[in-house]
C-alpha cells in the first residue's frame, strides 16, 4: 500500500488533509526558547515528543498509525524518540544511534523518528542501513522543503 493510500484508509476518504490539518499539538508539549537541533540548527521552538508518547491518548494515536504498516515486518527508529515507537510497536525492530545501526535489516521495513526538521537524521539512516525504506513515518513533520515522502500525525 502506498503512502497516499495509508492516508486514505487510516481517515477516510472525505476529508484526508482536513483530518491532518485539525490535528494541533497540544501547548504543554512545545517548549519555547533557544534550542540546538539535532540536524545542527537552531529553533525557538521544541516539539517533546518523548514526553507526548507518554500519554496514553498520544501513544494510541502512534500505535493506530503503526497498525497501517503491518505489510512490513521491521521498525526502524532513530535514537531516541523513533526508536521508543519501533521496540514498542514492532516484534522486529532495529534502532539507529550514534551513526551505527543496531540491529538486522534484511526485509522491507518502516524508518520511524520523532521529529523530522531536516530530512538530514532520515537521509543519513537510510545512508547507514544501505536500503530504501517502503515508509517513513515521524509524529511531528516540522519541515519547509520536503523531498522525502514522509507521513506524521502532526504538520507544523
Known amino acids: 500500500m502506498g503512502a497516499e493510500n495509508w492516508h486514505i484508509n487510516c481517515i477516510g476518504k472525505n476529508d484526508v488533509q482536513g483530518e491532518i490539518a485539525r490535528m494541533k499539538i497540544p501547548e504543554r508539549y512545545i517548549k519555547r526558547g533557544k534550542f540546538k537541533l539535532h540536524s545542527g540548527g537552531t529553533s525557538d521552538i521544541l516539539y517533546d515528543v518523548n514526553k507526548m508518547l507518554v500519554v496514553r491518548k498520544y501513544d494510541l494515536e502512534v500505535m493506530n498509525r503503526m497498525l497501517s504498516y503491518k505489510d512490513v515486518k521491521v521498525g526502524v ?28 535489516v534484511k526485509k522491507d521495513y518502516l524508518l520511524i523518528d520523532d521529529v523530522c526538521t531536516t530530512e538530514s537524521s532520515i537521509k543519513e539512516a537510510i545512508k547507514i542501513i ?27
Request: with cysteine; aromatic share 10%.
Open 130 to 156: 544501505g536500503k530504501k525504506p517502503k515508509y517513513i513515518f515521524v509524529v511531528v513533520d516540522r519541515r519547509k522543503k520536503k523531498t522525502l515522502d514522509i507521513q506524521s500525525i502532526f504538520q507544523v
Open 77 to 104: 527508529g532513530i535514537a531516541t524518540g523513533g526508536a521508543l515507537i519501533a521496540c514498542r510497536h514492532w516484534d522486529f525492530w532495529a534502532m539507529i544511534k550514534d551513526g551505527k545501526l543496531n540491529g538486522e
